[in-house]
């Protein structure tokens, strides 16, 4: 995911950056950051867990406890 998708994701699901920095528990600064591509003039990576974070809110899952959709606790 680069910047600019990452924006359009945001944009998609209908959220401001401040919505978007809460459902992914990152500060807003962030969030500008990875729409950016940059920081400071260094390449700034959207990190996996973020990347996951996103397909999950865009799937409509707002948390995880674990259980599988059955009920049961998944072994790790």
């Not at 959220?15 to 390449?43: F, N, S, V």
């Not at 899952?61 to 059955?70: E, I, K, L, M, T």
């Amino acid at each position: 995911m680069d910047a600019e998708t990452f924006r359009a994701w945001r944009r998609r699901q209908g959220l401001t950056q401040d919505e978007a920095a809460r459902q992914l528990g990152l500060k807003r600064r962030m969030i500008q950051y990875y729409e950016r591509g940059e920081r400071g003039g260094r390449h700034v990576a959207i990190p996996k867990h973020v990347r996951l974070a996103c397909w999950a809110l865009s799937q409509g899952v707002r948390d995880f406890d674990g259980s599988d959709p059955g009920g049961e606790q998944i072994a790790v």
